[in-house]
C-alpha cells in the first residue's frame, strides 16, 4: 500500500513527532548546482520505526542529517513538535542534537581507551535525564562486558555500545545510518533486534536508513527514496520479526 507523504497517522492515532515540508537541500560546486533533496515532505510518527531506502546519492543521508540538525535545508520548513528548527541558529542546533536526538552511525566511533560503560557514561553526562549507562548497557544486552575495551568487543558488540550510547540521553528519536553496514548477517541481526527493542521498550522513534530492502520488512512504514525525491511511503501492516528476514 502507497501513503502520501505528510499524512496523518489516522490508523494509530500516533502524534506526528517531526514534520519536513517542500524541503529543498542544494550545493553549489563552482558552477553546478547539486540537488540534494528536491521538494521532500514527510511527516514522521511518535514511537514508530520508520526505514528510509534508496541507493546512494538518493537523498536520505542528507534527509537524515537534517532531521538531527546536523545541516540545514535550502528552503521549506523543518518542524519538530511544532517548533521550526530552520530559524535555528547553531547553538540551538546543538542543544536540540544534545537534549532530543541519539545517532547510530556506520562506524562505532567509540573512544579506545574507554571501556564499554565509560563510553556510555560520557554520552549521559550531557543529558538532564539521562538512564545510567548500566541501565543502557542492560538494553542491549551487554552488562557482562561493561567493563571492556572497544578493541576486546566484536564490531557486533561495539556497535550495541553505540546504541547503549545514544539510548542514555533518553532521545525522542533515534537515527540509524547504516547501522549494519560494516556488519555481517549474523551480528546485524543482533543489531536490529536491539533496535526493535529499544523501540519497544523506551517509546523512542526509531529511524534507519539502509540500501538493504530487507531491513523494511521490520518497520511500520518504509520510505523509497530517489535522485532527491521521497518516490512513494509504504505502509507495513505488520512488522516481521527480525528473526525472520534474511539477505
Given at each position: 500500500?502507497?501513503?502520501?507523504?505528510?499524512?496523518?497517522?489516522?490508523?494509530?492515532?500516533?502524534?506526528?513527532?517531526?514534520?519536513?515540508?517542500?524541503?529543498?537541500?542544494?550545493?553549489?560546486?563552482?558552477?553546478?548546482?547539486?540537488?540534494?533533496?528536491?521538494?521532500?515532505?514527510?511527516?514522521?510518527?511518535?514511537?514508530?520505526?520508520?526505514?528510509?531506502?534508496?541507493?546512494?546519492?538518493?537523498?536520505?543521508?542528507?534527509?537524515?542529517?537534517?532531521?538531527?540538525?546536523i545541516d540545514t535545508p535550502s528552503?521549506?520548513?523543518?518542524?519538530?513538535?511544532?517548533?521550526?528548527?530552520?530559524?535555528?541558529?547553531?547553538?540551538?542546533?546543538?542543544?536540540?542534537?544534545?537534549?532530543?536526538?541519539?545517532?547510530?552511525?556506520?562506524?562505532?566511533?567509540?573512544?579506545?581507551?574507554?571501556?564499554?560503560?565509560?563510553?556510555?557514561?560520557?554520552?549521559?553526562?550531557?543529558?538532564?535525564?539521562?538512564?545510567?549507562?548500566?541501565?543502557?548497557?542492560?538494553?542491549?544486552?551487554?552488562?557482562?562486558?561493561?567493563?571492556?575495551?572497544?578493541?576486546?568487543?566484536?564490531?557486533?558488540?561495539?556497535?550495541?555500545?553505540?546504541?547503549?550510547?545514544?539510548?542514555?540521553?533518553?532521545?525522542?528519536?533515534?537515527?540509524?545510518?547504516?547501522?549494519?553496514?560494516?556488519?555481517?548477517?549474523?551480528?546485524?541481526?543482533?543489531?536490529?533486534?536491539?533496535?526493535?527493542?529499544?523501540?519497544?521498550?523506551?517509546?523512542?522513534?526509531?529511524?534507519?536508513?539502509?540500501?538493504?530492502a530487507i531491513i523494511g520488512n521490520?518497520?511500520?512504514?518504509?520510505?523509497?527514496?530517489?535522485?532527491?525525491?521521497?518516490?512513494?511511503?509504504?505502509?507495513?501492516?505488520?512488522?516481521?520479526?527480525?528473526?525472520?528476514?534474511?539477505?
Open positions: 500500500m502507497n501513503q502520501p507523504a505528510a499524512e496523518p497517522d489516522a490508523s494509530s492515532g500516533r502524534n506526528v513527532v517531526f514534520r519536513i515540508e517542500h524541503v529543498r537541500k542544494e550545493y553549489h560546486v563552482e558552477d553546478t548546482v547539486v540537488y540534494a533533496l528536491r521538494d521532500a515532505s514527510l511527516d514522521i510518527f511518535e514511537n514508530e520505526c520508520l526505514v528510509i531506502l534508496g541507493p546512494s546519492g538518493s537523498g536520505k543521508s542528507t534527509l537524515l542529517n537534517i532531521i538531527g540538525g528552503s521549506g520548513r523543518v518542524l519538530f513538535r511544532d517548533t521550526d528548527l530552520s530559524r535555528y541558529d547553531r547553538n540551538a542546533l546543538t542543544m536540540y542534537r544534545r537534549v532530543n536526538i541519539g545517532f547510530v552511525f556506520q562506524f562505532y566511533n567509540l573512544i579506545p581507551n574507554l571501556t564499554a560503560r565509560e563510553n556510555v557514561e560520557m554520552a549521559a553526562e550531557i543529558s538532564k535525564s539521562a538512564m545510567d549507562p548500566n541501565e543502557a548497557l542492560g538494553l542491549v544486552n551487554l552488562e557482562l562486558r561493561k567493563d571492556h575495551f572497544p578493541s576486546q568487543l566484536s564490531g557486533g558488540e561495539q556497535q550495541r555500545v553505540a546504541i547503549a550510547r545514544a539510548v542514555a540521553k533518553r532521545p525522542d528519536i533515534l537515527l540509524c545510518d547504516e547501522p549494519t553496514g560494516a556488519l555481517d548477517v549474523s551480528s546485524g541481526k543482533v543489531v536490529l533486534q536491539v533496535l526493535a527493542d529499544v523501540n519497544r521498550t523506551t517509546n523512542a522513534t526509531v529511524v534507519i536508513i539502509t540500501h538493504n521490520m518497520a511500520d512504514r518504509v520510505v523509497h527514496m530517489t535522485d532527491g525525491r521521497i518516490r512513494d511511503i509504504v505502509v507495513n501492516h505488520e512488522r516481521a520479526t527480525v528473526h525472520s528476514l534474511e539477505w
